[in-house]
């Protein structure tokens, strides 16, 4: 099982990024996926999740208004449109697979399988 991040960068604030999870050598159709960011000096936290179909999101507090998830289970890949980016949005994404088919999993025990990470860099 593999997950591939990629779409991070450099981008002043307010601007935009999209960021892509390509998964491969599993069956992700069925579950629900997320992605994560995590700050320097901090801890890993949830930034949104997609259940298997698309037909519910979660978004947290601090990114909501500012992200849109997706995802594409032809391509067995998930998106995250960011916009409005501000320099606390700094850190590694991680995307991430659910051990739910539902947008339920808020913590990173509830996702069994991990991408490397890309690193979004908001300057001021």
């Known amino acids: 099982v593999q997950l591939q991040a990629s779409g991070g960068g450099l981008v002043q604030a307010g601007g935009s990024l999209r960021l892509s999870c390509a998964a491969s050598?599993?069956?992700?159709?069925?579950?629900?996926m997320g992605w994560f960011r995590q700050a320097p000096g901090k801890g890993r936290e949830l930034v949104s999740t997609i259940s298997w179909n698309g037909g519910s999101t979660y978004y947290a507090d601090s990114m909501e208004g500012r992200v849109t998830i997706s995802r594409d289970n032809a391509k067995s890949t998930v998106y995250l449109q960011m916009m409005g980016l501000k320099p606390e949005d700094t850190a590694v994404y991680y995307c991430?697979?659910?051990?739910?088919?539902?947008?339920?999993?808020?913590?990173?025990?509830?996702?069994?399988?991990w991408g490397q990470g890309t690193v979004v860099t908001v300057s001021s």
């Open positions: 991430a697979v659910s051990k739910y088919s539902h947008a339920f999993g808020m913590r990173v025990y509830e996702y069994d399988y």
């Open positions: 050598g599993g069956t992700f159709s069925t579950l629900a």
